[in-house]
């Protein structure tokens, strides 16, 4: 709990006039691409982690030469660690982006295991491999400019109309099954 309040100190502190990073949303496929997909996602959302594998496991390997999936934060405010969970995963962008997608990958993965109070001690495991350090993630949450960058996809989302995660919108419309999803990018990449 320790954690979460000091992240959220740290949010009232900074408020929204912290200036982001030079950190692009994580793109997975061609980014160069005509067709977009815009993934707005919570890392403890139970419904994201289910379109995460299908996404990883069918949608992506199928089109990854034909279509660009942008993968934005989308914390909900009922859930107690998927903010701060972003807030890492800007951090590790920072570092480089495939190690960004993989902390995303495992939060998915282990969503289950995650608490506020150990979000931190199992961040700090994860990374070492990577050779980030526990302290380098204990400066994270005074970081204004990570702060700044999850809060820009909450406003983003907000703009786009985002209800709920995962919001998953291809041309502004928004797929309601990775099913759905795959017909879409059939029709649109055939084009």
């Not at 502190?13 to 990073?21: E, K, L, Q």
């Not at 990374?127 to 999850?150: C, K, W």
Request: proline letters at 6%; charged letters at 20%.
């Amino acid at each position: 709990m320790k954690l979460l309040f000091a992240s959220l100190l740290a949010l009232v502190t900074i408020g929204v006039a912290a200036a982001p990073a030079p950190v692009q949303d994580p793109v997975v496929g061609n980014p160069k691409a005509a067709v977009r997909v815009i993934i707005y996602q919570d890392l403890e959302c139970p419904d994201c982690a289910r379109w995460h594998g299908v996404l990883q496991s069918q949608t992506i390997p199928r089109f990854s030469s034909q279509v660009a999936f942008e993968f934005r934060d989308f914390p909900l405010p009922q859930h107690l660690w998927s903010f701060n969970a972003a807030v890492l995963a800007r951090f590790f962008d920072t570092k480089a982006a495939r190690v960004g997608l993989a902390w995303r990958d495992y939060c998915f993965v282990h969503q289950t295991d995650f608490t506020p109070d150990n979000l931190l001690d199992k961040a700090a495991a994860w990374a070492a491999p990577y050779g980030i350090t526990r302290a380098q993630l204990e400066t994270v949450f005074s970081r204004g400019d990570l702060f700044a960058l999850v809060q820009a996809d909450q406003q983003r989302g907000k703009r786009d109309n985002v209800q709920h995660t995962p919001t998953v919108l291809v041309d502004g419309v928004e797929a309601q099954s990775p099913e759905q999803l795959e017909q879409m990018l059939a029709r649109a990449t055939a084009k």
